[in-house]
């Protein structure tokens, strides 16, 4: 089965950097692009990144553009997210998440991993 397991959240004081880390099997990982959302409490899932299949296109958040940096390795089927700036607006639990396409919408993305806290402390 289809499993996407985030790795490397944490706690970090702000204008810290964190670099999350999405390990994916069980699907053909270049068939598919890649996002990362957040959620914080009381708050809906939203968008922070996206990746093409190949890599060549990405997108972000613009509360995010600038500080975030989204990569994947298709040889290795992972997908990274380099936090750096990191401000206490930023603490949510961070998912990453397989699509056909890539879109800013959660519902349209297939697969999901279990999460990965983010706490920054200010």
């Known amino acids: 089965q289809v499993q996407l397991v985030e790795s490397g959240g944490g706690l970090v004081q702000a204008g810290g950097s964190l670099r999350l880390s999405c390990a994916a099997s069980?699907?053909?990982?270049?068939?598919?692009?890649m996002g990362w959302f957040r959620q914080a409490p009381g708050k809906e899932r939203e968008f922070v990144a996206a990746i093409s299949r190949t890599g060549g296109n990405t997108y972000y958040a613009d509360s995010v553009k600038g500080r975030f940096t989204i990569s994947r390795d298709n040889a290795k089927n992972t997908v990274n997210l380099q936090m750096n700036s990191l401000k206490p607006e930023d603490t949510a639990v961070y998912y990453c998440?397989?699509?056909?396409?890539?879109?800013?919408?959660?519902?349209?993305?297939?697969?999901w991993g279990q999460g990965t806290q983010v706490t920054v402390s200010s």
């Open positions: 069980g699907l053909t990982f270049s068939s598919y692009a």
């Open positions: 998440a397989a699509a056909s396409s890539y879109s800013y919408t959660p519902a349209l993305y297939e697969y």
